[in-house]
């Protein structure tokens, strides 16, 4: 029988690999995905054989890689930070069952829990994942989730804040939690995690509202009980408090 990995390789910096996400990359001789994630994995692994599609060709990836595994070769798919998490592990569950292939999910660290740390503690305490893509969720759906967790006072994870044809997700999405949060709420947002060009800025939710960024990022909105650290020696900090007795702990 076939075997399958579902492997996430993490934000793109070798040391945020995990040891069985590079073992499941070793044990496998074909290895699908992304190119921007392939190009990374080459890198260290470049006598595998590779197996790339653009963006948007998921499916087709990853038919070729069920069908691939069905024919007996040990094949990896692999996925940004987790694969569980806007990733490939469920889509590779559900058509498994049309193929006999035996499917392991490896899971990798995902870009809030990268990104989190970039910026200090911001996920200190209850938060939630929103992305703001409309391609495959209807904008409506997304609006209302916005709401909720900005009603429920959650840290906020913005995963896919805007791209060329969606410049205006994050300024819309910023003006719904406007509604709800302080304009004065500590944000964040870091930029290439991981990867040549990695940036971060902590920010106002009224300064984030226009704000440029793109795909390779991921956005922080604190909740109430998050700060902005400041000490001469590092960066400003983004901490939300965990809720010690201790004051504002
Ligand atoms: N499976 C991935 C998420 C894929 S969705 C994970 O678990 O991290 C794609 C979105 O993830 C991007 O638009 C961005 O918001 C975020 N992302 C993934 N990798 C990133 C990186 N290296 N730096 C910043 N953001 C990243």
Not at 181 to 191: M, N
Request: proline share 4%.
């Amino acid at each position: 029988m076939g075997k399958l990995f579902v492997i996430g390789i993490g934000p793109g910096a070798y040391e945020q690999l995990t040891f069985r996400a590079r073992e499941a990359m070793e044990a496998c001789d074909l290895l699908c995905g992304y190119k921007v994630y392939i190009d990374i994995v080459k890198e260290y692994l470049p006598d595998k054989e590779y197996f790339s599609t653009p963006m948007r060709k998921e499916l087709e990836r990853c038919r070729y890689a069920c069908e691939r595994a069905a024919e007996g070769r040990t094949v990896g798919m692999l996925c940004s930070g987790d694969a569980g998490i806007y990733g490939m592990a469920g889509v590779i569950l559900k058509l498994a069952g049309e193929y006999d292939v035996k499917v392991d999910i490896v899971p990798g660290i995902t870009a809030a829990v990268s990104g989190a740390a970039k910026l200090g503690a911001p996920l200190m305490n209850d938060f939630c994942v929103i992305s703001l893509s409309d391609l495959m969720t209807p904008w409506g759906v997304i609006e209302k989730r916005l709401r909720e967790a900005a009603a429920g006072d959650f840290s906020i994870v913005l995963y896919n804040p805007m791209s060329v044809n969606r410049p205006e997700h994050l300024k819309k999405a910023c003006e719904i939690l406007l509604e709800e949060k302080a304009p004065e709420t500590v944000c964040g947002y870091v930029r290439n995690i991981g990867r040549e060009g990695e940036e971060s800025r902590v920010l106002t939710l009224s300064e984030l509202k226009d704000t440029a960024l793109d795909m390779f990022t991921t956005v922080f909105i604190g909740a109430s009980n998050t700060e902005r650290l400041c000490s001469p020696q590092e960066e400003t900090k983004m901490v939300t408090g965990r809720g010690y007795s201790e004051g504002r702990l």
